[in-house]
């Protein structure tokens, strides 16, 4: 990329500076809060009147609510809480680089994280960091590129969804399933709060509830009852085993400190049963939360779970199994050609070279990874704060992002 090139990007988006924070404002002022997923109409048509603005095209898609596959991940009416996605290009051709976000947000802890405020150059407000400043920067990133007349060999494709909170279902799943997620995808850039390094992998996941039936009977006439605390020992004593082989598994992808790096078992997160001191439990749950690092395989860490239980069903354990949530992991080379743009960017703006890290939780990447598309996170927001009651995103890092996208789009999309 030529200085010239540069420097005109660079001042350009120094010009957008004070749109851009009003636009993120905007944004978080929204309440798209998911659970249930509130406020998305309002969110996404104040996304396409900025797009309108800059005469950028796009199009809006309810996701349908009749399909079969909506219907039974739904935890919740959600034919109250319509999704819509929405997509927009600029440039020409085939070859697309995705800026790929989210504009729902976790349910936030006060009111008042709806008032966005500024303070010692730090925006607060739930989805500061996760990631309304994100979404600023990525649309701000694609105005500056069309502001200054490149010619781009390909287009950047923005991709913009709901519902990434609770597992993607009625968002990047059904653009998946009508083939619009990714289609010509070169590359994927997303801005989760990042802060600072650029997470080039994901934990996936298999979370589950496992309920174990006895039968009740008060404590005076215990022997016509059927202890399920003690039944629950046993399953919870048989996961113990697997839990530890599962440690003893580490991956090679970068994550910090060295214990982060083993795959992980978590058992009893919550847990519930009995009713009375004096009662024999009929029933006691618990959660077991599996992450599987990007080496291993979901489908057959799914099967060893599923295959312990039934083996304690034949024992004689009257036990249920519930899923409620299920991942992919992903992984990506440093060495990829968009990871490499993607950090010479950040190197340029930042003057430093960023490190590759796994992220520790899911990451929409993973919809990518599944079509071979190089997907990485890269923004704005601190992880720290994310989703906490005093999330805030550094303004000038929002600026920083915005250069980083538009540079790495250049770098990737000219010749
Ligand atoms: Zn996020």
């Known amino acids: 990329m030529s200085e010239r090139v540069k420097y005109q990007i660079l001042n350009t988006i120094a ?4 749109d ?33 603005e800059i005469e950028l095209d796009y ?36 070859r697309t680089l995705y800026f790929h976000g989210h504009y729902d947000v976790v349910p936030a802890s006060s009111e008042a994280q709806f008032l966005p405020y500024v303070k010692d150059g730090n925006l607060f407000g739930r989805g500061a960091s996760d990631m309304k400043s994100g979404l600023a920067a990525m649309i701000y990133a694609v105005k500056a590129i069309k502001e200054c007349g490149i010619d781009l060999d390909g287009r950047i494709g923005l991709t913009i969804i709901p519902d990434e909170e609770t597992g993607g ?6 653009l998946v399933e009508v083939g619009l997620l ?18 080039n992998a994901n934990r996936g996941a298999i979370s589950l509830r496992v309920t174990v039936k006895g039968k009740p009977a008060h404590v005076g006439l ?26 003893s598994r580490r991956t090679d992808f970068k994550i910090e400190p060295e214990a ?11 847990c519930e049963g009995g009713t009375n001191f004096n009662l024999v439990p009929s029933e006691c749950s618990f959660t077991v939360d599996r992450r599987i ?60 070279s960023p490190s590759f890290e796994m992220c520790p939780g899911l990451l929409e990447i993973r919809f990518y990874a599944q079509q071979g598309i190089p997907a990485f996170a890269y923004g704005p927001g601190l992880l720290s704060v994310s989703h906490g009651p005093n999330e805030f995103v550094k303004i000038e890092d929002i600026y920083t992002c915005t250069a980083i996208y538009a540079l790495t789009a250049i770098r990737l999309l000219t010749s």
């Open 182 to 199: 990714g289609k010509d995808g070169i590359g994927m850039l997303t801005p989760e709060p990042t802060s600072g390094v650029i997470w």
């Open 20 to 52: 851009i924070l009003d636009f993120t404002k905007a944004l978080v002022a929204i309440r798209t809060e998911n659970p249930p997923g509130t406020s998305y109409q309002t969110c996404i048509e104040t996304i396409a009147s900025k797009l309108r």
């Open 293 to 352: 690092n990007p080496e291993e395989d979901l489908e057959t860490e799914k099967g060893r779970l599923l295959t312990l239980f039934d083996k304690l069903r034949r024992d004689g354990i009257d036990l249920d199994v519930e899923i409620f949530q299920e991942g992919e992991s992903a992984g990506f080379s440093e060495e990829d050609p968009v990871a490499q743009a993607l950090a010479e960017s950040v190197q340029t703006i930042t003057g430093e």
């Open 260 to 270: 982060a790096r083993r795959s992980i078992l978590l058992i009893g997160g919550r």
């Open 59 to 94: 199009t809006i898609l309810e996701v349908p609510n009749a399909t079969e596959q909506i219907t039974e991940a739904s935890n919740h009416d959600r034919g109250l809480y319509p999704r819509y996605c929405l997509l927009s290009f600029h440039g020409e051709g085939e």
């Open 15 to 18: 010009s957008y500076r004070d």
């Open 222 to 247: 215990h022997y016509q009852g059927v202890n399920a605390f003690e039944r629950m020992l046993v399953v919870a004593n048989a996961l113990l085993e697997l839990k530890a082989e599962v440690e």
């Open 169 to 174: 279902v009625l968002g990047s799943l059904y």
